[in-house]
């Protein structure tokens, strides 16, 4: 019991005084406010410990702290978490799932086998079940039974590429190449990750726009097919066809820094200068320490200042591009980018 109180107290102390009220506990807890790992198990167990919660949302809060052991890495305390939750719930269906990937990882096929039939119980529609059940066969290397899965994972979800992939792994190991090879080729067929790997390695604009089209087809929202298409547009001088891309990528997709940079330069040979050292001075505020990104942003922004009129604000960043850089004159010349 001392035990008990003292890691409460712990997890009290790392939590800020604001964070004592129960409605702030449970953002942190269910990550609605992004925090620390240790900052969201601490908030959960303190909700845990401080009581007065209905049982189903009490099993939800195991589900959130085994969720961020998980993430921690220590799968024995998601597992004990992930079953406190379904002795609360025997119907909670993600604490079903979560502790049958524990248990996979863990290589306790039997037990990972167990969750996952529950689960095709639970919901007999839910295609990820079957899956799931499917991988754990392959991890047994029970083939033909993989294969069972599979083929009902398709029928219930005939979109989703990665089952087919999974289904050419389990026919090649049963020597049945012929298979494999048509559910490989119907995979990359329904794939926006392989419609984009091909658009990003294809030798022109030409050949590379039908396959970044056909991943968006497949998902409107995939924004690495978005960045990808949009970085052809501006390589071919289509200038607001690529910042309307990377205006779309950075809707779906805010935190990828970098993109930024590459609408940087479109805007800058678009003459919206404003809009492009803006654009610039979010790499060099957020991005990453990647030297090149920010050569590229200093020069960037150094151009658009001098055509601005800022001639000395504008020769000192290119002055220190090049110090990070020095050939990057000749790089932003490739992209359209000249003083």
């Keep these: ?43 959960c167990t303190v909700l845990i410990e401080l009581g007065g919660e209905t049982e189903q949302r009490l099993a939800i ?27 609360l719930n025997p119907w909670f269906a993600d604490a079903l799932r979560q502790r049958g990937q524990e248990y996979l990882r ?34 047994m290397r029970r083939y033909e ?12 979800d005939p ?10 792994k389990a026919f090649e190991e049963l020597g049945q190449h012929e298979n494999a090879r048509r559910d490989l080729d119907h995979a990359i067929s329904i794939s926006p990750t392989w419609q984009t ?39 071919a001088g289509k200038l607001e066809a690529a910042i309307a891309d990377f205006d779309r990528t950075l809707r779906i997709a805010p935190k990828e820094i970098h993109v930024h940079g590459d609408r940087g330069i479109a805007l800058l040979r678009a003459g919206r200068f404003d809009a492009a050292i803006a654009d610039f001075d979010v790499v ?12 590229v942003a200093l020069y960037g922004r150094g151009v658009a200042r001098q055509r601005q009129g800022d001639v000395t604000g504008g020769a000192d960043d290119i002055k220190v591009a090049k110090a990070i850089e020095a050939d990057i004159a000749e790089i932003m010349a490739r992209n359209g980018v000249t003083p």
């Design 197 to 235: 790997y091909a658009c990003m390695h294809a030798k022109d604009i030409e050949e590379a726009l039908p396959y970044c089209n056909k991943a968006l087809s497949l998902n409107p929202n995939f924004h690495l097919a978005l960045k990808v298409r949009g970085g052809w547009y501006l390589d």
């Design 61 to 87: 809060l195991y589900y959130y702290r085994g969720y961020a052991h998980d993430w921690s890495g220590d799968h024995d305390k998601a597992i004990a978490d992930y079953s406190e939750a379904l002795r």
């Design 284 to 295: 060099l505020r957020h991005g990453d320490s990647s030297s090149h990104r920010r050569s």
């Design 145 to 156: 039974a993989a294969i069972r899965e599979f083929d009902e994972a398709t029928r219930l």
């Design 1 to 43: 019991m001392k035990a008990l109180l003292l890691s409460v107290s712990l997890a009290l102390a790392a939590l800020p005084a604001l964070a004592q009220d129960r409605a702030e506990l449970w953002r942190r807890c269910d990550l609605t406010e992004r925090v620390e790992r240790a900052q969201w198990i601490a908030s």
């Design 106 to 139: 863990k290589r306790d096929y039997d037990r990972a086998l167990v969750d996952f039939d529950a689960l095709v119980r639970l919901d007999p529609s839910n295609a990820k079940a079957f899956v799931l059940r499917g991988v754990t066969y392959m991890e």
């Design 159 to 168: 979109s989703d590429w990665g089952v087919f992939q999974e289904r050419a």
